[in-house]
């Protein structure tokens, strides 16, 4: 068996990969292919000014792909494995050049005082989870019990009683970091495409993907980034390779000096000038070394912190369908009695599984930052010696980032988490109640993480598992 290397493949001959060649490598369909094609086009690509078009054009391309990757990535031979981490990591090339395009998108909207720029891609209204579908013109003022940073983005059609939601506007960054969320969810409709367009996406078989112990069984390269992802895009805890390890903090390598010089120059200009800092590449695949922080600006961070959290929070917790909702407020203003039972899928409790990894990085970061104010240590082999000539500036530092860490932890916890996960703890035990004899082998697993998740998120000091489910496949991606 071949140890996977997720560093750069080399791109065969010294020809510049054209527009209609990339066209024929997403056809094409294969990571390897596309991961060959898309990195030698996007070296060229991050030396232009570029065009919005064409980097849209690639984020849906590369989301249309994400589908089928995922369901089967079990199944990938190891240069797949190894070509689908190396083309998605989220310090690789691909999401680096998605960065540059959002900041740049970022700074004319705050120049011209606009709204969503003109070159923005709409997620279709078919793509939200299935459980929006039946009554998409029910209570669109709110919403219909989106997250908020979602709801504000939605497109209307219609008057008065007629209206509808189409869609919600993204960028390309926020509408590949949508499927990247949804692609990881066993799909529970019927419809032959779950981006919401009218052409199939190409799957290598019908089956769904297989699930054991209540989660998706992917391939070590998703799995790997999943966990990633979640590190990269949601800063509320200090990435591991972050964190001081107890070498002198003179040494100009040491992480804690890392850190500090990244507090003090966190702006998107290094990425858009074409210098931007590449991540530390010597690492275990699965433990990122880096986020957003590191490359954003801080309100930038929290603003795409936010959309990422809408994302997990809508598509990886149960939503609660609009017939439940109705019946839920008739009960409560006295209207009638409760004549409704909610039943979670497999997909459901998949889903679940992913959404706590989300949560058991949140608590993460709320052990770090307890860590340290009550016992000056860092990490747990790693104290800070507060007396120390020449340590103070390390102690700032890592205060400092771990405060950015805490206050955008809250603030996600307020707008995207705390509601959703009571409404849906609320659902799912109501309906327990009433269920009498149903599927014991999704509820009972499915009560089981719900709970998990409910007491991770409010003791988020209690227990040390951090991980729901491990990764099993006959690959594994080496140290890169």
């Known amino acids: 068996m071949n140890d996977i290397q997720a560093g750069e493949r080399p791109v065969a001959g010294s020809a510049p990969v054209t527009i209609e060649q990339l066209r024929a490598s997403f056809g094409n369909g294969s990571p390897t292919v596309v991961c060959e094609s898309l990195i030698a086009f996007l070296r060229l690509e991050s030396r232009s000014n570029g065009d919005t078009r064409l980097i849209n054009e690639i984020a849906e391309s590369t989301s249309r792909l994400l589908y089928p990757w995922f369901q089967n990535s079990e199944s990938m031979r190891n240069d797949e494995q190894q070509a689908l981490y190396t083309l998605l990591r989220p310090d690789g090339l691909l999401v680096d050049t998605l960065l540059q395009y959002h900041s740049m998108q ?40 989106m997250p908020s940073d979602i709801a504000k983005r939605l497109l209307v059609t219609g008057k008065s009683k007629g209206i509808r939601a189409t869609g919600f506007n993204v960028n390309a960054l926020e509408y590949f970091l949508y499927h990247f969320c949804k692609a990881l969810v066993p799909p529970r409709e019927n419809a032959a495409d779950p981006m919401g367009n009218t052409a199939a996406y ?16 992917f391939g070590s390269a998703v799995h790997s980034l999943t966990r990633e992802y979640i590190c990269f895009f949601l800063p509320v805890a200090i990435p591991e390779l972050s964190l001081p390890t107890g070498v002198d903090s003179s040494s100009d390598h040491s992480a804690i000096t890392q850190i500090r010089s990244r507090i003090h120059d966190f702006s998107p200009k290094k990425a858009l000038g074409g210098n931007h800092v590449r991540r530390e590449q010597s690492r275990r695949p699965g433990i990122p070394c880096g986020d957003i922080l590191d490359v954003l600006a801080y309100s930038h961070s929290l603003e795409l912190a936010s959309f990422f959290a809408s994302c997990v929070s809508l598509l990886w917790l ?29 997909s459901h409790l998949a889903s679940l599984n992913l959404f706590h990894l989300a949560v058991g990085y949140l608590a993460k970061g709320e052990r770090q930052m307890e860590r340290f104010y009550l016992t000056g240590s860092v990490s747990p082999s790693s104290p800070i010696d507060h007396g120390a000539a020449g340590k103070k500036a390390d102690v700032d530092a890592y205060e400092k980032r771990i405060n950015m860490n805490g206050t955008i932890r809250d603030t996600l916890r307020t707008r995207c988490f705390t509601a959703p996960i009571a409404d849906t703890l609320g659902m799912a035990l109501s309906s327990c109640e009433r269920a009498g004899v149903v599927d014991t082998e999704v509820w009972i697993p499915f009560l089981d993480m719900m709970v998990s998740v409910w007491i991770r998120y409010i003791m988020p000091w209690r227990g040390s598992k951090t991980e729901p489910f491990a990764p ?9």
């Open 106 to 145: 970022r700074e004319r909207r705050s120049s011209t005082s606009a709204g969503v720029s003109g070159n923005s891609l709409v997620v279709q209204a078919a793509s939200l989870p299935v459980e929006y579908h039946a009554n998409m013109g029910a209570d669109i003022n709110t919403g219909m019990g």
């Open 202 to 217: 190409p799957r290598r078989s019908t089956s769904a993907t297989p699930l054991r112990h209540g989660a998706s069984v």
């Open 318 to 346: 149960p939503a609660i369908p609009t017939i439940v909702r109705e019946a839920v407020l008739r009960q409560v203003s006295g209207g009638g009695s409760v004549s409704w039972i909610w039943i979670p899928s497999i």
């Open 472 to 480: 099993s496949t006959s690959t594994d991606i080496s140290q890169v």
